[in-house]
């Protein structure tokens, strides 16, 4: 027990779960996770899925040999965190990874902030704003605090905190495998894709980028359809729910240049 001991904040959270329904004063939804779990959390899913790509040689490391892939993303990645619009900029760590694996057209987020999206994205997609809008919606999903409220539904509290702990390496595991295939309810989703208009708002980019992945996978047809589009089902209505946000904030047919786009799509 000492080990719990070290980390008195756990067994104020836990107590506290397990007395009245905590709300953490996000909105109106109850969330029973800390913002200081949603971290410690996130860290340890982050740390096994970074040493199963690994393992596999497909994380893409923050070196010198990635080093201009990432001076690429990174600028990208910034506009949107930088857009003025988040809750827990400051809180989380806010890293997104490159996994390289081309046949997979895929991106995930942890809780607290850790992003990963699949090479197989990347060069599926057709421009920049289509990257900063797929990536703008994983950055709600964690920003909002989606990820650690689904786990919560599925696993139940008391398992999350013990993985948090250190204990159950097995379930960590399974939970950091399963992250790119989890399934949000529709208003998460739709939560999601509504913030990555809010966003894209406040930066260079076309605020409707992420309806171009759904347009893109949509008239793609049935044939190989992108991994991301099985967890993101109803490609149709959300198309039109983005678009009227984007009509209705005005922030549509910007055209920002794609050079960067473009050599991050070569050197993947
Ligand atoms: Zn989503």
Redesign the pocket.
Same mark, same amino acid.
């Given at each position: 027990m000492l080990h719990i001991l070290r980390k008195p904040w756990l067994l104020l959270a836990l107590a506290t779960t397990l007395g009245t329904a905590a709300c953490s004063g996000d909105g109106d939804k109850v969330v029973l996770f800390s913002i200081e779990d949603d971290i410690a959390l996130g860290d340890k899913v982050a740390a096994e899925t970074d040493s199963t790509y690994r393992a596999k040689g497909q994380l893409l490391e923050r070196n010198s040999t990635n080093a201009r892939a990432y001076q690429l993303l990174n600028p990208i990645v910034n506009r949107v965190l930088d857009c003025g619009q988040l809750t827990h900029r400051q809180d989380f760590v806010w890293d997104v990874k490159i996994i390289k694996d081309d046949a997979t057209q895929n991106a995930f987020a942890s809780p607290g902030g850790h992003i990963y999206v699949y090479s197989g994205l990347i060069k599926y997609l057709d421009n920049e704003s289509q990257l900063a809008g797929v990536l703008g919606? %994983?950055i709600a999903?964690a920003d909002r605090r989606?990820t650690s409220q689904q786990l919560q539904q599925q696993y139940g509290i008391s398992l999350l905190l013990s993985l948090v702990l250190g204990e159950n390496p097995n379930q960590l595991a399974q939970i950091a495998a399963g992250l790119g295939q989890l399934k *949000?309810s529709r208003d *998460? %989703?739709r939560e999601?894709?509504n913030y990555s208009v809010i966003y894209l708002n406040n930066t260079p980019y076309a605020c409707d980028g992420t309806a171009g992945f759904f347009i893109k996978a949509q008239s793609a047809g049935q044939q190989n359809p992108p991994v991301f589009l099985s967890?993101?089902p109803d490609p149709g209505a959300r198309i039109e729910a983005i678009n009227a946000k984007a009509k209705e904030l005005g922030c549509t047919g910007r055209s920002p240049s794609n050079n960067n786009f473009d050599e991050l799509k070569r050197l993947l």
């Open positions: 919606h %994983e999903h989606h *949000f *998460f %989703e999601a894709d967890t993101h």
